[in-house]
Nanobody, 128 residues
Framework: QVQLVESGGGSVQAGGSLRLSCVAS????????MGWFRQAPGKEREGVAA????????YYADSVEGRFTISQDNAKNTVYLQMNSLKPEDTAMYYC?????????????????????WGQGTQVTVSS
């Protein structure tokens, strides 16, 4: 059974940093994309970053490019999201997500419909 568990959320002031972690278990850790998404109250869930597992090709939303970094540790089956220069508009529940059997040529999607496994989320709050 696939399980994704996020951690690392919290409250920070604008300009601060947080690192989110997503530990994955119960599946073959290859030919997969892992993505980070966020959802603020009253808004759609939006893709933030994604990574092709093993090859480490990364994808970012324009809103976080240059501030957020997605990375992986294969030995720990863990994907990270390093978030720097945080802004109040980054406040949201952050989720990690997985899609398996993804051909590398198609890249990793940043739309929620591209993923079929989800974690429970971790809250990030950025105050001004």
């Amino acid at each position: 059974q696939v399980q994704l568990v996020e951690s690392g959320g919290g409250s920070v002031q604008a300009g601060g940093s947080l690192r989110l972690s997503c530990v994955a278990s119960g599946y073959t850790y290859s030919r997969s994309c892992m993505g980070w998404f966020r959802q603020a109250p009253g808004k759609e869930r939006e893709g933030v970053a994604a990574i092709y597992i093993g090859i480490s090709t990364t994808y970012y939303a324009d809103s976080v490019e240059g501030r957020f970094t997605i990375s992986q540790d294969n030995a720990k089956n863990t994907v990270y999201l390093q978030m720097n220069s945080l802004k109040p508009e980054d406040t949201a529940m952050y989720y990690c997500a997985l899609v398996s059997n993804r051909d590398y040529d198609f890249g990793c999607p940043l739309h929620k419909n591209g993923y079929n496994r989800w974690g429970q989320g971790t809250q990030v709050t950025v105050s001004s």
